[in-house]
């Protein structure tokens, strides 16, 4: 559930107990916000340019008036530092609703690419090396977000398309290159793993899965196959680690704003846009988004996500090294005061993982994550991914993919610390998460 709507800036500026007075066991009005994976709080400055849109760019930014002048100067410095965060092309920026439309707007593309090229009228394709009638293929992994997963099997159930979920290692937590490539077919056109996953933070091979997928389009295209677009959803790791177009080698890439401080509002960059890589448009309008996403732009809320933008690119080491140490602190002190009572189940050896998350369990039949929540005064966290928050005490699917056995996963919580967390926090936190757990096993 997110819960960063309920904080002020003031509150997530850590305010302090009650002045005076005496003190209660865990005072009710300190808070602790812990569930940065399911939202982020505005930066000020993102408030700034937000608020100085709204009252300085309200123009239409197609008009030629100064107030529309400058929402379109407004929107076009915003697309170059998306570009810049990333290492694209501002010309490969295009602004969204957010991740969800992002991700769909992809699968829409290539499945209507794969029709428009590979199932025209004639020998067209006999000259692709497919089979007549061939359904165009997706691989994904079956841990995505839902807004990979559900468009997906609706195209399953549809009977428009074939799709592959793979596995997840259950000793690395992570999609393997080799489990994906090994799903590929004829007929494959789209690959899509998420960058970080939600819940784990386990960070996926996309470098290494990008430089497998040229060298099998090679293959390819020496046997008339259609090319392997790689799709990834980097809603996760942007704001947290470096991302770098280039060097992960995809070909489309969602962005979403609320993740790193910014607004609710996404953009996807697609290499080539246009040239190289195929984009075909859900909605028709007035042609804004050079037509492959019309609608009157929302000048605020690209100018807010143009600063958080920036502020990543500023600041993207500093908030990483931040927020490594603060939880590293504080799953230290998680194992230090609860022992072999907690696991922590995003620890996978080897695997790289974002610097802000822990996923843990307390063991113990009476202590499921959502009970846990419920008794803590001070922390304010989840019990996985917020589009799951209506699953009730069923595990979460990503867990026991993971290989987290199901008692184990019953239990889990999600701790997600941000740019602002302090050492202090974590001190409230675990000292909140000791007394919740005694007022539980003190029930049973």
Same mark, same amino acid.
């Given at each position: 559930m997110e819960a960063a709507a309920a904080l002020s800036s003031d509150a997530r500026r850590r305010?302090?107990? &009650? &002045? +005076? +007075?005496? /003190?209660?066991?865990?005072p009710p009005e300190r808070k602790v916000y812990m569930d940065c994976n399911a939202t982020t709080p505005l930066e000020p400055e993102v408030i700034q340019a937000m608020t100085e849109a709204m009252r300085e760019a309200w123009g239409n930014p197609s008009s030629p008036y100064p107030a529309g002048r400058k929402a379109k100067d407004i929107i076009s410095a915003a697309r170059e530092n998306l570009a810049k965060m990333i290492g694209g092309k501002p010309q490969d920026i295009i602004f969204t609703s957010g991740g969800t439309e992002s991700n769909n707007l992809v699968i829409h593309s290539v499945l209507t690419h794969f029709h428009k090229v590979?199932?025209?009228?004639?020998?067209?394709? /006999?000259?692709?090396?497919l089979a007549a009638g061939a359904m165009p293929h997706f691989v994904t992994c079956t841990i995505e977000h839902d807004s990979v997963r559900l468009p997906l099997e609706h195209l399953l159930e549809e009977q428009v398309a074939a799709?592959?979920?793979? &596995?997840?290692?259950?000793?690395?937590?992570?999609?393997?290159?080799?489990?994906?490539?090994a799903a590929v077919r004829p007929a494959t056109c789209l690959v899509t793993i998420m960058l970080a996953n939600n819940e784990t933070g386990v960070i996926m091979p996309i470098p290494e899965l990008s430089q497998r997928i040229k060298a099998l389009n090679r293959q390819r295209a020496a046997s008339g196959l259609p090319v392997v677009l790689l799709h990834t959803d980097?809603?996760?790791a942007l704001g947290k680690r470096r991302v770098d177009v280039g060097d992960l080698g995809v070909d489309f890439l969602t962005i979403v704003g609320h993740k790193f401080y910014g607004p609710r509002i996404g953009a996807l960059y697609v290499r080539g846009l246009g040239e190289l890589t195929p984009l075909y448009p859900m909605l028709f309008g007035g042609g804004q988004e050079r037509n492959f996403r019309p609608g009157t732009e929302n000048t605020p809320m690209i100018a807010g996500l143009g600063k958080a933008a920036e502020l990543v690119t500023e600041h993207c080491e500093a908030y990483e090294a931040h927020m490594r140490d603060v939880r590293d602190y504080l799953e230290a002190r998680l194992v230090a005061e609860f022992d072999k009572k907690i696991h922590l189940n995003s620890r996978f050896p080897g695997t790289e993982r974002l610097p802000n998350t822990c996923n843990l369990s307390f063991r113990g039949p009476q202590l499921q994550g959502r009970l846990v929540l419920a008794q803590c005064r001070t922390l304010l966290a989840s019990v996985?991914?917020?589009c799951h928050s209506d699953h009730g005490d069923r595990p979460s699917p990503v867990l026991l993919s993971c290989g987290i056995p199901f008692d184990v996963a019953r239990n889990a919580l999600r701790l997600s610390v941000g740019r602002s967390t302090t050492r202090a926090e974590v001190d409230l936190v675990v000292r909140d998460l000791q007394q919740a757990v005694a007022r539980l096993e003190g029930q049973a």
């Open positions: 305010v302090s107990g &009650p &002045p +005076g +007075g005496r /003190e209660e066991k865990s590979h199932t025209s009228k004639g020998d067209a394709t /006999e000259r692709h090396g799709v592959t979920f793979v &596995p997840v290692s259950k000793v690395n937590g992570q999609a393997e290159v080799d489990d994906i490539l980097a809603a996760q996985g991914a917020a």
